[in-house]
């Protein structure tokens, strides 16, 4: 991924779309896809603590806190690993990201975790479930050296 900016919000119930939604419409922001949204590993099951809209362009709106919820920050390109996925969206999504985490075991000499699971969600809520592209990536950066491999 390139570098981009988002605006960010905490996940509430129901109320993390709206907030953002009703940040990007009272700035004159168009919505673009991906939305983003961030996982962490809780009770041994993926829960989603943070959704974000990407702007569709780096000098779109302010970086910082909006003081409504939203905190609008530029993200550094990255790499990820990730699984594309059509059709709806599990909740729960430990068994894909079980499948990415083997695969980073696997590749551990080249490619180190580098950030949370997240979901790019590329569909409006208009599109049939059935119909919808999403991904569930984990951010990687590559490794410079043998000496950064965690030994066991």
Do not use: C
């Amino acid at each position: 991924y390139p570098s981009y900016r988002l605006a960010r919000a905490a996940s509430q119930k129901n109320n993390t779309f709206f907030r953002l939604f009703n940040h990007i419409k009272s700035n004159k922001i168009e919505m673009t896809s991906p939305v983003e949204m961030r996982y962490e590993e809780s009770d041994q099951k993926y829960q989603q603590i943070d959704m974000a809209f990407l702007y569709g362009a780096p000098d779109w709106g302010k970086v910082g806190d909006t003081g409504d919820g939203v905190i609008v920050e530029d993200i550094p390109a990255m790499s990820t690993v990730a699984i594309g996925l059509t059709g709806d969206f599990d909740p729960n999504p430990s068994a894909y990201i079980d499948a990415l985490e083997s695969w980073l075991a696997r590749n551990a000499s080249d490619y180190e975790r580098d950030g949370q699971v997240r979901v790019m969600a590329y569909n409006s809520p208009f599109v049939r479930k059935s119909q919808r592209f999403f991904e569930i990536e984990i951010p990687v950066r590559k490794r410079t050296s043998d000496a950064e491999i965690a030994k066991p």
